[in-house]
């Protein structure tokens, strides 16, 4: 391996690696509540768009815990189903972002933010969150970290998803249904014809007067107060100091025909009032004086719905900028937080792995994940703990990194907080420079992902290959302690005495049967569950056979008789789907098999994945 | 002097406001003019022992002890709120729905005594952060509580210091925790499994680095040496040479239980593991044993036994210790339950404010999970709390208070302005109180105060305060003279309250009260409950749910079209759950079945009936359900809560349509026979028949290939009524 090189250090090298680490605890992040979002944002915006990659770590309000974490066993369906169910109970409370460049090969410069965040309901509609789970445990370790719940709580940042946010809009009435001219789909009818004719005369009658009036009044005072007193009398509406006319309409298609109608007008631009449910109302048709001035008024009003969206959208705004800049994104769990920003910011997680990975690449193109990299380095370490993985780093590799964060005077004292976007940045950098990869790559002025890095972008696998290629029978660097079997190989067992060993489970099953007399491994998965893993295949099926069949005798009716449970992979996979998550994972099995039962008709299509089967934690877990 | 740590990190808003309060309490001994803050005594884990023994002082001399609670949240789905179609039962599985999920943050607890010589009342208000942090660990999984952000956001508006919850809130076991902790703890340490469980940890570790083989071999000479140099010159110190002073610091010595022993300080949980491997293959005169104290964490020790019986002595020693340091640490966890305790345990009358829902949450925190029905939970609560008395009970239904109240609104702020306005105002000196006010006193740390500037609002506390001022009052309105009274039970059994104590409001839009003593519901005679009454009489078997249907659906068009099928005086009411579930009550029980029946047999059909027949305004969309009342309780009584109902009834795990109900005809009703489930149309048609026979004969003569929406055939419906 080429980083072992590395690993015969100087004591002058380490003395300046460990340098840098120290330096770490000087960095400083600059806040931002709801009373500096407006101007950071002003400031992320041109940061993002000088910036080579994007940094993102957030702070929720828990984690997955007991047999809701991830298992060694998941597969990425499964993975993904307790991510979904982990981003919609809880709550982003802190999002960090730093935008950085790289400059030369190991220095970089980073704009880091943190956003301080909180779900408050400004629009009184109950959005974008009605009620969240916090977990005390978490929270209390947050607390130990010093993290400021006041200032998240009174002064966060509110958001609303794009989904919520055409929500309220409709609900709000604010609606703006689109301006742009839908294609006739269906001839005009004969009534269709009346309709345009007698709008498009109705529209000449009242563009005429204005020219009469244009005509005659020459900026007389006099003149100017008899026309406002006409408007009066006559009931003209102004329209930002223009003349217009407002048109009730029942339907969509008469909308349509006076879109139509009006396409072509050089100084007429119709506008949509919008009713409750989406719909127009009414068509507000405005004279401008001509066609600058019509353009004009576009681009004012274009302006203006954009102010008003921000109301809207609030933090998403960030995320929204992130993503049209289509910059790769750095982060340390890309399963975790792509789940928890399409859930909080974009929509509802949709119901397969497959279509979350589409919809995410819609919004983010490139996510790498730092754990990837991380094991690409030949450590098992997870990077669930920034500091560690980078004082890991420090002590076993030489590849210094220069970090400069230009802000550093405009930031308040005694901040720190969200500096996890910043170690990350530095993590990839140090990555970056261990495993001899330029991070990014110019080609013709534009900067690209350094190709090295592609295969570990989006990767929303728990433990191995590629999400693109979820067959992908190829060994990865990190899987050579590991090793393959298929879903169908593996039985999940309950209902055994507890305190029993993994061991002790064992040797009770190879005396209970002649199907034990094969390769097969136990392994406890908590206190009440194990899993069972037939080395030759077919072996589970008959298993399963055996426990439910009549001729069932010996030490195994012995078992079953006092209460051990056995069912296949396939279950788990329900239970994960479903989400019937009880406490343990016994008793969650137990209630889908119940459920199942009730429905067996609903055959869903089956699927086999490939999970991993870890030999070094056969050894561990046996002593649990 | 009150002594209240600032969180390091506070906002400067918590820190001001935290601040006021210490100075508060630091002025109210002068009692100055300008008024300052209401004293109230703030306690967090730093303050919580010293404060508990004081707490229970106080409570054993008072007459009564006002609560209030703070909780994270009310409703865990917006269907799960307070409705006008909730019955009794329903109403309960809700308020235990919200007792389960929500934590509480903020616990005001306030004795009151009766002082003859002041001729006053002397409250003693507390407030304590609360917060379960699950220190004893290990049992079970994670605990996790909901947030309603509402809920927060209000808190927030009233300054609440989440901070101080957080990081200080004093943490609680209830009785059941506890009970369960004691279990594991002895079925552990009972068994020989768990002595073999710490050795065993070693035994499988395969030596793979070199690192670890230099260790292990490392680690054996110096013991060797040591065990050897013990050997030599028995008990004397400096008999290891070689050892660097490194090394000193990593194996202390030090004497064990009257054993020489080494104690193991810096090494990672590998290296540890390592060291318990080569103890136990190669000294069989050196034990590895772990000792938990209850001053320090954790400590591994090497001690040297003479021999087999010494050593298997020494282990048991060691297991025995462990066991008791381990029961203390539980007992250290059960914190804030200590004040719960104290409260069952004096039998002192309790005073709350609407405090239905703060009594179910006491009960789940700190003693254990809530029973089923409300009336196996009212006999348990009347077990550890004999008596309860509400004051929103007493001024709703005294006539007389009733008088009083009138016009005002029935919060406790409204209500304390209302009944103690010198309290409010916090400047009640003595010569304008009039006789028939109540004077009361407060005392924080040894000094009284009878003038301040009015509290925070929905700050326990303070609330806590205030309910008892409230509950003074209205005594002294009643006529009950404290004076006579020696003790709180007397004062609960007192003939004016008596039928006043233990009466609960279950549910406050209803005026369901229960009685704690008996389980049974007192129905709310008060005239403002009359008055309160919008809706006609609630039928719950003449009801029907439905949810799933699309959202635009209103009240009216679900009334109209289902009057379409059964006739207009079918449907009484129509009460929107969320925007996709609604009740129906039906005119009559047998209409329950019958309509269920249609929509099913509806539903099984796929022909232009299915289509053209008035329902399908209803169906549209093809997710809409229906059952009767039952299933409603059934879903209620799940532990999700999932935002709309119809996504709720889903993940309880509800897969069927429609849920057909018997019904066992009443012999003078014969007009509507009990129709059997044929599956096929005729007795949907038949029913249509009944409502509009001529139209639906046209309809079926309809050809199925003529495109109609049901837009279509409703707007038809619509025109022939207007004729």
Same mark, same amino acid.
């Given at each position: 391996?080429?980083?072992?090189?590395?690993?015969?250090?100087?004591?002058?090298?380490?003395?300046?690696?460990?340098?840098?680490?120290?330096?770490?605890?000087?960095?400083?992040?600059?806040?931002?509540?709801?009373?500096?979002?407006?101007?950071?944002?002003?400031?992320?915006?041109?940061?993002?768009?000088?910036?080579?990659?994007?940094?993102?770590?957030?702070?929720?309000?828990?984690?997955?815990?007991?047999?809701?974490?991830?298992?060694?066993?998941?597969?990425?369906?499964?993975?993904?189903?307790?991510?979904?169910?982990?981003?919609?109970?809880?709550?982003?409370?802190?999002?960090?972002?730093?935008?950085?460049?790289?400059?030369?090969?190991?220095?970089?410069?980073?704009?880091?933010?943190?956003?301080?965040?909180?779900?408050?309901?400004?629009?009184?509609?109950?959005?974008?969150?009605?009620?969240?789970?916090?977990?005390?445990?978490?929270?209390?370790?947050?607390?130990?970290?010093?993290?400021?719940?006041?200032?998240?709580?009174?002064?966060?940042?509110?958001?609303?998803?794009?989904?919520?946010?055409?929500?309220?809009?409709?609900?709000?009435?604010?609606?703006?249904?689109?301006?742009?001219?839908?294609?006739?789909?269906?001839?005009?009818?004969?009534?269709?014809?009346?309709?345009?004719?007698?709008?498009?005369?109705?529209?000449?009658?009242?563009?005429?007067?204005?020219?009469?009036?244009?005509?005659?009044?020459?900026?007389?005072?006099?003149?100017?107060?008899?026309?406002?007193?006409?408007?009066?009398?006559?009931?003209?509406?102004?329209?930002?100091?223009?003349?217009?006319?407002?048109?009730?309409?029942?339907?969509?298609?008469?909308?349509?025909?006076?879109?139509?109608?009006?396409?072509?007008?050089?100084?007429?631009?119709?506008?949509?009032?919008?009713?409750?449910?989406?719909?127009?109302?009414?068509?507000?048709?405005?004279?401008?004086?001509?066609?600058?001035?019509?353009?004009?008024?576009?681009?004012?009003?274009?302006?203006?719905?954009?102010?008003?969206?921000?109301?809207?959208?609030?933090?998403?705004?960030?995320?929204?900028?992130?993503?049209?800049?289509?910059?790769?994104?750095?982060?340390?769990?890309?399963?975790?937080?792509?789940?928890?920003?399409?859930?909080?910011?974009?929509?509802?997680?949709?119901?397969?792995?497959?279509?979350?990975?589409?919809?995410?690449?819609?919004?983010?193109?490139?996510?790498?994940?730092?754990?990837?990299?991380?094991?690409?380095?030949?450590?098992?370490?997870?990077?669930?703990?920034?500091?560690?993985?980078?004082?890991?780093?420090?002590?076993?590799?030489?590849?210094?990194?220069?970090?400069?964060?230009?802000?550093?005077?405009?930031?308040?004292?005694?901040?720190?907080?969200?500096?996890?976007?910043?170690?990350?940045?530095?993590?990839?950098?140090?990555?970056?420079?261990?495993?001899?990869?330029?991070?990014?790559?110019?080609?013709?002025?534009?900067?690209?992902?350094?190709?090295?890095?592609?295969?570990?972008?989006?990767?929303?696998?728990?433990?191995?290959?590629?999400?693109?290629?979820?067959?992908?029978?190829?060994?990865?660097?990190?899987?050579?302690?590991?090793?393959?079997?298929?879903?169908?190989?593996?039985?999940?067992?309950?209902?055994?005495?507890?305190?029993?060993?993994?061991?002790?489970?064992?040797?009770?099953?190879?005396?209970?049967?002649?199907?034990?007399?094969?390769?097969?491994?136990?392994?406890?998965?908590?206190?009440?569950?194990?899993?069972?893993?037939?080395?030759?295949?077919?072996?589970?099926?008959?298993?399963?056979?055996?426990?439910?069949?009549?001729?069932?005798?010996?030490?195994?009716?012995?078992?079953?008789?006092?209460?051990?449970?056995?069912?296949?992979?396939?279950?788990?996979?329900?239970?994960?789907?479903?989400?019937?998550?009880?406490?343990?994972?016994?008793?969650?099995?137990?209630?889908?098999?119940?459920?199942?039962?009730?429905?067996?008709?609903?055959?869903?299509?089956?699927?086999?994945?490939?999970?991993?089967?870890?030999?070094?934690?056969?050894?561990?877990?046996?002593?649990? | 002097?009150?002594?209240?740590?600032?969180?390091?990190?506070?906002?400067?808003?918590?820190?001001?406001?935290?601040?006021?309060?210490?100075?508060?309490?630091? *002025?109210?001994?002068?009692?100055?003019?300008?008024?300052?803050?209401?004293?109230?005594?703030?306690?967090?884990?730093?303050?919580?022992?010293? *404060?508990?023994?004081?707490?229970?002082?106080?409570?054993?001399?008072?007459?009564?002890?006002?609560?209030?609670?703070?909780?994270?949240?009310?409703?865990?789905?917006?269907?799960?709120?307070?409705?006008?179609?909730?019955?009794?039962?329903?109403?309960?599985?809700?308020?235990?729905?919200?007792?389960?999920?929500?934590?509480?943050?903020?616990?005001?607890?306030?004795?009151?005594?009766?002082?003859?010589?002041?001729?006053?009342?002397?409250?003693?208000?507390?407030?304590?952060?609360?917060?379960?942090?699950?220190?004893?660990?290990?049992?079970?999984?994670?605990?996790?509580?909901?947030?309603?952000?509402?809920?927060?956001?209000?808190?927030?508006?009233?300054?609440?210091?989440?901070?101080?919850?957080?990081?200080?809130?004093?943490?609680?076991?209830?009785?059941?925790?506890?009970?369960?902790?004691?279990?594991?703890?002895?079925?552990?340490?009972?068994?020989?499994?768990?002595?073999?469980?710490?050795?065993?940890?070693?035994?499988?570790?395969?030596?793979?680095?070199?690192?670890?083989?230099?260790?292990?071999?490392?680690?054996?000479?110096?013991?060797?040496?040591?065990?050897?140099?013990?050997?030599?010159?028995?008990?004397?110190?400096?008999?290891?040479?070689?050892?660097?002073?490194?090394?000193?610091?990593?194996?202390?010595?030090?004497?064990?239980?009257?054993?020489?022993?080494?104690?193991?300080?810096?090494?990672?949980?590998?290296?540890?593991?390592?060291?318990?491997?080569?103890?136990?293959?190669?000294?069989?005169?050196?034990?590895?044993?772990?000792?938990?104290?209850?001053?320090?964490?954790?400590?591994?020790?090497?001690?040297?036994?003479?021999?087999?019986?010494? /050593?298997?002595?020494?282990?048991?020693?060691?297991?025995?210790?462990?066991?008791?340091?381990?029961?203390?640490?539980?007992?250290?966890?059960?914190?804030?339950?200590?004040?719960?305790?104290?409260?069952?345990?004096?039998?002192?009358?309790?005073?709350?404010?609407?405090?239905?829902?703060?009594?179910?949450?006491?009960?789940?925190?700190?003693?254990?999970?809530?029973?089923?029905?409300?009336?196996?939970?009212?006999?348990?609560?009347?077990?550890?709390?004999?008596?309860?008395?509400?004051?929103?009970?007493?001024?709703?239904?005294?006539?007389?208070?009733?008088?009083?109240?009138?016009?005002?609104?029935?919060?406790?702020?409204?209500?304390?302005?209302?009944?103690?306005?010198?309290?409010?105002?916090?400047?009640?000196? *003595?010569?304008?109180?009039?006789?028939?006010?109540?004077?009361?006193?407060?005392?924080?740390?040894?000094?009284?105060?009878?003038?301040?500037?009015?509290?925070?609002? /929905?700050?326990?506390?303070?609330?806590?305060?205030?309910?008892?001022?409230?509950?003074?009052?209205?005594?002294?309105?009643?006529?009950?003279?404290?004076?006579?009274?020696?003790?709180?039970?007397?004062?609960?059994?007192?003939?004016?309250?008596?039928?006043?104590?233990?009466?609960?409001?279950?549910?406050?839009?209803?005026?369901?009260?229960?009685?704690?003593?008996?389980?049974?519901?007192?129905?709310?005679?008060?005239?403002?409950?009359?008055?309160?009454?919008?809706?006609?009489?609630?039928?719950?078997?003449?009801?029907?749910?439905?949810?799933?249907?699309?959202?635009?659906?209103?009240?009216?068009?679900?009334?109209?079209?289902?009057?379409?099928?059964?006739?207009?005086?079918?449907?009484?009411?129509?009460?929107?759950?969320?925007?996709?579930?609604?009740?129906?009550?039906?005119?009559?029980?047998?209409?329950?079945?019958?309509?269920?029946?249609?929509?099913?047999?509806?539903?099984?059909?796929?022909?232009?009936?299915?289509?053209?027949?008035?329902?399908?305004?209803?169906?549209?969309?093809?997710? *809409?359900?229906?059952?009767?009342?039952?299933?409603?309780?059934?879903?209620?009584?799940?532990?999700?809560?999932?935002?709309?109902?119809?996504?709720?009834?889903?993940?309880?795990?509800?897969?069927?349509?429609?849920?057909?109900?018997?019904?066992?005809?009443?012999?003078?009703?014969?007009?509507?026979?009990?129709?059997?489930?044929?599956?096929?149309?005729?007795?949907?048609?038949?029913?249509?028949?009944?409502?509009?026979?001529?139209?639906?004969?046209?309809?079926?003569?309809?050809?199925?290939?003529?495109?109609?929406?049901?837009?279509?055939?409703?707007?038809?419906?619509?025109?022939?009524?207007?004729?």
């Amino acid at each position: 391996m080429a980083a072992s090189l590395f690993r015969s250090l100087s004591p002058k090298k380490i003395h300046r690696s460990l340098f840098t680490t120290l330096s770490s605890s000087k960095w400083k992040v600059k806040q931002v509540t709801k009373h500096n979002f407006n101007d950071s944002f002003k400031e992320l915006k041109t940061h993002i768009s000088d910036s080579d990659f994007i940094a993102i770590s957030m702070e929720k309000t828990g984690s997955s815990s007991s047999c809701h974490r991830l298992l060694p066993f998941d597969t990425a369906e499964t993975a993904y189903f307790k991510a979904r169910r982990c981003a919609e109970r809880f709550q982003v409370l802190q999002f960090a972002v730093c935008p950085f460049s790289v400059t030369h090969s190991n220095n970089l410069v980073a704009h880091p933010y943190n956003f301080l965040l909180f779900p408050r309901d400004e629009l009184k509609l109950g959005m974008p969150t009605y009620s969240f789970s916090c977990q005390t445990s978490y929270l209390a370790s947050m607390a130990r970290q010093g993290f400021d719940f006041n200032a998240c709580i009174y002064d966060g940042i509110s958001y609303l998803s794009k989904a919520q946010e055409s929500v309220a809009k409709i609900r709000l009435g604010t609606a703006f249904p689109s301006l742009r001219v839908m294609k006739s789909c269906s001839a005009s009818t004969v009534a269709d014809m009346v309709f345009v004719e007698r709008i498009r005369s109705r529209i000449k009658h009242w563009r005429k007067t204005f020219e009469n009036t244009s005509t005659s009044t020459s900026t007389s005072k006099d003149e100017e107060l008899i026309s406002s007193l006409r408007n009066i009398v006559l009931g003209n509406e102004q329209f930002r100091s223009r003349p217009c006319l407002t048109i009730d309409v029942c339907s969509e298609r008469q909308v349509q025909l006076i879109l139509e109608m009006l396409v072509d007008s050089s100084d007429i631009l119709p506008l949509l009032a919008p009713g409750k449910g989406g719909t127009a109302r009414a068509v507000r048709i405005v004279l401008a004086n001509s066609k600058e001035d019509k353009d004009l008024l576009e681009r004012e009003l274009q302006n203006l719905e954009e102010e008003e969206n921000k109301k809207f959208s609030g933090f998403r705004e960030v995320i929204d900028l992130i993503s049209a800049s289509e910059k790769p994104v750095i982060s340390h769990n890309c399963l975790n937080d792509c789940t928890l920003i399409h859930s909080k910011f974009i929509m509802p997680l949709p119901q397969e792995v497959d279509e979350f990975v589409n919809s995410m690449q819609m919004i983010f193109p490139k996510v790498l994940d730092m754990n990837y990299l991380m094991k690409e380095i030949g450590t098992s370490r997870k990077v669930s703990n920034l500091p560690n993985a980078v004082s890991y780093l420090n002590n076993h590799f030489f590849a210094p990194v220069d970090m400069e964060i230009p802000d550093q005077a405009t930031v308040n004292e005694g901040k720190i907080h969200g500096l996890n976007a910043l170690r990350l940045c530095y993590l990839f950098m140090k990555l970056c420079s261990i495993l001899k990869i330029s991070p990014s790559v110019a080609e013709s002025g534009n900067k690209h992902l350094a190709p090295e890095l592609e295969g570990f972008t989006n990767v929303f696998h728990p433990c191995s290959s590629n999400i693109q290629e979820p067959f992908n029978k190829d060994i990865n660097v990190w899987t050579n302690n590991t090793r393959k079997v298929s879903c169908e190989n593996v039985v999940f067992l309950w209902g055994f005495k507890f305190g029993q060993t993994a061991s002790m489970l064992k040797s009770l099953l190879r005396a209970s049967h002649d199907i034990f007399s094969g390769e097969f491994d136990v392994k406890l998965v908590d206190k009440s569950c194990a899993i069972v893993v037939f080395w030759e295949p077919g072996l589970s099926k008959n298993f399963l056979e055996v426990m439910s069949s009549e001729e069932i005798s010996g030490d195994l009716k012995e078992l079953v008789s006092d209460g051990m449970r056995v069912t296949c992979y396939e279950t788990y996979k329900t239970m994960c789907r479903v989400g019937l998550w009880e406490m343990d994972l016994a008793e969650s099995l137990e209630r889908t098999l119940e459920s199942s039962q009730s429905d067996t008709e609903n055959g869903s299509v089956r699927k086999t994945y490939d999970i991993h089967w870890y030999n070094e934690n056969v050894i561990n877990m046996d002593d649990l | 002097m009150k002594t209240q740590k600032l969180p390091t990190l506070a906002l400067s808003r918590a820190l001001s406001r935290a601040l006021s309060r210490a100075l508060s309490s630091s *002025t109210t001994s002068a009692a100055s003019e300008s008024g300052p803050a209401f004293p109230v005594k703030t306690v967090t884990t730093v303050n919580f022992e010293a *404060t508990l023994s004081e707490l229970r002082h106080h409570v054993r001399a008072s007459d009564f002890v006002a609560i209030d609670l703070e909780m994270t949240g009310v409703t865990s789905a917006p269907w799960r709120e307070s409705l006008e179609f909730d019955r009794s039962d329903v109403r309960y599985l809700k308020v235990r729905d919200s007792a389960e999920k929500f934590a509480v943050v903020q616990f005001g607890v306030c004795p009151f005594r009766w002082d003859p010589s002041n001729r006053s009342f002397i409250a003693y208000p507390y407030n304590f952060y609360i917060f379960p942090r699950q220190e004893h660990t290990g049992s079970g999984p994670s605990y996790e509580f909901l947030c309603q952000t509402t809920s927060i956001d209000f808190l927030a508006r009233y300054q609440f210091d989440f901070n101080a919850c957080i990081h200080e809130g004093v943490s609680y076991l209830s009785r059941e925790q506890e009970k369960e902790a004691i279990t594991s703890l002895n079925s552990t340490y009972d068994s020989e499994w768990s002595d073999v469980y710490k050795l065993k940890n070693a035994r499988d570790i395969p030596l793979v680095s070199m690192a670890d083989i230099l260790f292990t071999e490392r680690m054996k000479n110096r013991f060797s040496e040591w065990r050897d140099g013990l050997l030599q010159e028995k008990y004397q110190e400096n008999q290891i040479q070689g050892i660097s002073e490194d090394s000193k610091q990593q194996l202390q010595v030090f004497f064990f239980k009257m054993h020489p022993a080494l104690r193991l300080n810096g090494f990672t949980s590998h290296q540890l593991k390592l060291i318990q491997l080569v103890i136990r293959k190669h000294f069989k005169d050196l034990s590895y044993v772990c000792v938990s104290s209850e001053a320090s964490d954790l400590q591994h020790i090497v001690v040297y036994t003479d021999s087999k019986d010494e /050593h298997n002595l020494l282990l048991k020693e060691v297991k025995e210790e462990n066991c008791r340091a381990a029961q203390m640490k539980i007992q250290a966890a059960v914190g804030f339950r200590h004040v719960i305790d104290l409260l069952s345990a004096e039998q002192k009358l309790i005073v709350g404010h609407n405090c239905f829902l703060d009594i179910a949450h006491v009960y789940s925190k700190f003693i254990g999970p809530l029973p089923v029905t409300p009336e196996e939970f009212v006999t348990s609560v009347n077990k550890y709390f004999p008596h309860i008395v509400d004051t929103k009970i007493l001024f709703n239904t005294n006539l007389i208070l009733q008088e009083r109240m009138k016009g005002s609104r029935k919060s406790l702020a409204s209500a304390f302005a209302l009944f103690c306005p010198q309290i409010a105002a916090g400047s009640q000196s *003595t010569d304008l109180g009039s006789p028939c006010h109540v004077k009361v006193d407060v005392e924080v740390d040894d000094s009284r105060s009878s003038s301040w500037n009015p509290g925070v609002k /929905h700050e326990a506390g303070y609330d806590a305060f205030m309910t008892g001022c409230i509950f003074a009052q209205l005594c002294n309105d009643l006529g009950v003279d404290f004076k006579l009274h020696e003790s709180s039970q007397q004062l609960a059994l007192n003939e004016k309250l008596k039928k006043y104590v233990n009466h609960l409001y279950l549910s406050w839009l209803h005026g369901d009260i229960i009685d704690l003593n008996t389980g049974v519901k007192v129905a709310d005679s008060s005239p403002s409950q009359s008055l309160k009454r919008r809706y006609p009489k609630i039928v719950f078997e003449n009801i029907v749910i439905v949810w799933g249907f699309p959202s635009t659906l209103k009240a009216s068009e679900l009334r109209e079209c289902i009057s379409k099928v059964f006739g207009s005086t079918s449907v009484i009411s129509v009460y929107h759950l969320d925007m996709t579930a609604a009740f129906i009550q039906f005119s009559k029980t047998e209409l329950v079945s019958d309509f269920l029946l249609v929509k099913d047999t509806l539903e099984r059909s796929d022909g232009p009936i299915a289509v053209l027949h008035p329902l399908a305004k209803l169906l549209e969309g093809g997710n *809409t359900c229906a059952a009767d009342y039952d299933t409603y309780k059934e879903i209620c009584s799940s532990p999700v809560s999932e935002r709309l109902f119809a996504d709720q009834a889903k993940a309880f795990g509800i897969k069927w349509m429609t849920k057909l109900v018997e019904y066992d005809l009443a012999p003078q009703e014969e007009e509507h026979e009990n129709p059997s489930v044929q599956g096929d149309l005729n007795t949907a048609v038949r029913f249509a028949e009944k409502a509009k026979p001529n139209t639906i004969s046209q309809l079926r003569n309809d050809p199925p290939s003529k495109q109609v929406s049901s837009y279509g055939i409703a707007d038809s419906y619509a025109a022939e009524a207007n004729l």
